[in-house]
Antibody, heavy 122, light 113 residues
Framework: QLQLQESGPGLVKPSETLSLTCTVS??????????WGWIRQPPGKALEWIGT???????YYNPSLKSRVTVSIDTSKNQFSLKLSSVTAADTAVYYC??????????????WGQGTLVTVSS | DIVMTQSPDFLPVSLGERATINCKSS????????????LAWYQQKPGQPPKLLIY???VRESGVPDRFSGSGSGTDFTLTITGLQAEDVAIYYC?????????FGQGTKLEIK
């Protein structure tokens, strides 16, 4: 059974960099069948797509965050990561990692981590 | 960017009745090369990640009860829950994955009347 688990600091100071890692178990991250993505949800608000990465390192970012976001992949550890720089209180959210199926085959995020709350505060 | 707008924001429905949630995209999400609408529906319960219910606008994900159905094409879509059960209380989101950035609706909170 595929599982994803987010890890990283729950508190980040304003202007610093938020760093999260998603560990995938139950399947290899080195697959051509899907992408791996990050989505966030501010408390009480809707979901926001951050970006995705393919096994070969190709990345796709939300333009609204592109200047601050880096998603990377480590196939040797079966992990992918998110870095968001220059954070402000508006970046406070539950951050989810997810498997993203290719849209021509089905599409949609079918497996999700439980999410991790990251609070930006001094 | 494609903007997704759901209606209503809040939907009270009696047990056993039908719930209908609408989703409108600001641009067509239909891929004319394969006639697929790149539109998904998710269910999110408190403290849990979203759960994929429907993809390609109308295809039910494996394991999802058949009381959930999706319809629509182009820019207008509907999620219907027939025979509402107490466990269906949740927030429902539509999502387009036709073009980057993928985008979600603002959510519809479904509750028991």
């Amino acid at each position: 059974q595929l599982q994803l688990q987010e890890s990283g600091p729950g508190l980040v100071k304003p202007s610093e960099t938020l760093s999260l890692t998603c560990t995938v178990s139950g399947a290899s991250i080195r697959t051509r069948d899907c992408f791996w993505g990050w989505i966030r949800q501010p408390p009480g608000k809707a979901l926001e797509w951050i970006g995705t990465i393919y096994y070969n390192g190709d990345t796709y970012y939300n333009p609204s965050l592109k200047s601050r976001v880096t998603v990377s992949i480590d196939t040797s550890k079966n992990q992918f990561s998110l870095k968001l720089s220059s954070v402000t209180a508006a970046d406070t959210a539950v951050y989810y990692c997810a498997r993203v199926r290719q849209k021509t085959k089905s599409g949609g995020e079918d497996y999700w981590g439980q999410g991790t709350l990251v609070t930006v505060s001094s | 960017d494609i903007v997704m707008t759901q209606s209503p924001d809040f939907l009270p429905v009696s047990l056993g009745e039908r719930a209908t949630i609408n989703c409108k995209s600001s641009q067509r999400v239909l891929d004319t090369s394969n006639n697929k609408n790149y539109l998904a529906w998710y269910q999110q319960k408190p403290g849990q990640p979203p759960k994929l219910l429907i993809y390609w606008a109308s295809v039910r994900e494996s394991g999802v009860p058949d009381r959930f159905s999706g319809s629509g094409s182009g820019t207008d879509f509907t999620l219907t829950i027939t025979g509402l059960q107490a466990e269906d209380v949740a927030i429902y989101y539509c999502q387009q994955y036709y073009s980057i950035p993928d985008s979600f609706g603002q959510g519809t909170k479904l509750e028991i009347k």
